[in-house]
């Protein structure tokens, strides 16, 4: 028999859920470990390479009345083939409860595995406390188990049966079970990426043997569970509002950035962002509270982009969001007929008979373009943009070298293409699609060797190399393997130091046989004017150098980093956001 479409495309409160550690009897939980998103490396490699980093999970939901199927669906889910369920269960081994549980070969704990759980044969499919998972993948742990439940309220106990693809998950009463099962009947839970099937167990409670009550693992899962319901009396109850707080935000950080993010968990109805107390903060609306819940417990304390844009999530008190206008601030995915707010597009718009187009409407697939501002890359869509067309050039002053320096400020730079009829024009491919974005917002109408330069995304995908024998004049060279990249290693504190060009330059790896003299005279030997200049008190391996100008600083930086200081140190430079 087929699936229907709205068991495969359908939000689940649980997306990739990261694990939670065993931990000890007086701890309440331990952050899980780095998890890696879907490349979301993260994207959400912002690419976004882009971590995620959970820090916190949420209270569990009480249950809820869960709404009729639904047919949107959302971009992470991966795309599952429609088959039998005989093919489903002879592939996986998984046998549905009440029949014979033999173990599966080459897995010599299933045996052991299958005396933990007592299983009664009678009433198959009556509505039981005790929630029978098929189809989970083999390395999945019980903590994953435990999450798939808390949405839909206490989970009193877990058993996951090695090597044979089912778990057991024992839920504090029958109508949090009830929901849980109706839930996942209409939109496909899934585990790691693999769709796993949720139905009742044959029996009523969980019993397991005295070696399962000491299993660390899942007592920690357990443990780790009623924190969460705890929390639930301190941070307030679950609601359809979320409140997005974005700590850390170096990267830029949009409304559509947060509508890729959030929608692959479930169908937003509503985004308002504001600024408070100098941090960029959202309101963001879903339909229903297990989706709302599983927001929080997905995203709250993970990061957009590696190492930054951190996301703390809680519940708001408001119960909806009055959204006006459909613009860069505010949407209502639900009415794209709002009007802007300036009176100018919204005569335009009025005339052509079209809404706001910087939009995405719900439901629909996110553009590569839209994606790539986020870093997220999803599975059968072209690779985000990462070019940059660079304009207005002093093409008497610009080379390969120059760009490599000056854009290496904000990503790793792979090629540099000066172009071979219009000089003051060039390509500069960056690593990842929100180092592009970072290059725009800090170098794009700044003055650069007297002129103000453009930069912008480029129509190209990549930069070609020249073909063996083509003239080229040295105006393409390719960066891919240089070891002056800023950015190659994973959560590089390099991320939290990046600032838009300054007259105040950041110097480091100063050898101690270099005094403050010299480095002085080697900037003025560079054309630039040197106005101050400190060393770090405690580490004189950094200074800070202070010049003339924005503009004499961005020449100097091009100039002097990598600059040879001694027969083994070469001279670190980046701007700086502190003065002298």
Sequence with gaps: ??????????????????????????????????????????????????????????????????????????????????????????????????????????????????????????????????????????????????????????????????????????????????????????????????????????????????NHSNNPSAQAALQAAQALVNQTDTQG???????????????????????????????????????????????????????????????????????????????????????????????????????????????????????????????????????GAAGIRLPGQPSPNCVLLVSNLNEEMVTPDALFTLFGVYGDVLRVKILFNKKDNALVQMSEPHQTQLAISHLDKMKTWGKQIRVTLSKHQTVQLPKEGQPDAGLTKDYTNSPLHRFKKPGSKNYQNIYPPSATLHLSNIPPTVDEEQIKDAFTHAGASVKAFKFFPKDRKMALIQLGSVEEAIAALIKMHNFQLSDSSHLRVSFSKSTI
């Design 1 to 210: 028999m087929k699936r229907p479409v709205s068991e495969v495309y359908c939000p689940s409160p649980y997306l990739a859920v990261p694990h939670l550690q065993a931990v000890p009897a007086v701890q309440a939980v331990v952050p899980p470990p780095q998890a890696t998103p879907v490349p979301f490396t993260p994207a959400f490699s912002p690419a976004f390479t882009h971590s995620l980093t959970p820090v916190s999970v949420t209270p569990a939901l009480t249950p809820v009345s869960v709404p009729p199927a639904v047919t949107h669906f959302t971009p992470m889910m991966h795309f599952i083939d429609q088959r039998g369920s005989d093919e489903l269960l002879s592939q996986t081994g998984a046998v549905s409860n009440g029949s014979v549980m033999s173990p599966a070969p080459n897995h010599a704990d299933n045996n052991n595995d299958a005396k933990k759980v007592k299983l009664d044969t009678k009433n198959p499919g009556a509505p039981s406390r005790v929630i029978h998972i098929r189809n989970i993948p083999n390395e999945v742990t019980e903590a994953e188990i435990v999450h798939l439940g808390i949405p839909f309220g206490k989970v009193t106990n877990v058993l996951v049966l090695k090597g044979k693809n089912q778990a057991f998950l024992e839920m504090s009463d029958e109508v949090a079970a009830t929901t849980m099962v109706n839930y996942f009947t209409n939109c496909t839970a899934q585990l790691r990426g693999r769709a796993v099937y949720v139905q009742f167990s044959n029996h009523k409670e969980l019993k397991t043997d005295q």
């Design 237 to 371: 109850g679950p609601n359809t509002v979320l409140r997005v707080i974005v700590e850390h935000m170096i990267y830029p950080v949009t409304l559509d950035v947060l509508y890729q993010i959030f929608s692959r968990v479930g169908k937003v109805l509503k985004i308002v962002t504001f600024t408070k107390n100098n941090t960029f903060q959202a309101l963001i609306q879903y339909p229903d509270v297990v989706t709302a819940q599983a927001a929080k417990m997905t995203l709250d304390g993970q990061n957009i982009y590696n190492a930054c844009c951190t996301l703390r999530i809680e519940y708001s008190k408001l119960s909806n969001l009055n959204v006006k206008y459909n613009n860069d601030k505010s949407r209502d995915y639900t009415n794209p007929n709002l009007p802007t707010g300036d009176p100018a597009l919204d005569s335009a718009l009025a005339i052509g008979g079209m809404p706001f187009t910087g939009m995405p409407l719900a439901g629909v697939t996110p553009t590569a373009a839209a994606l």
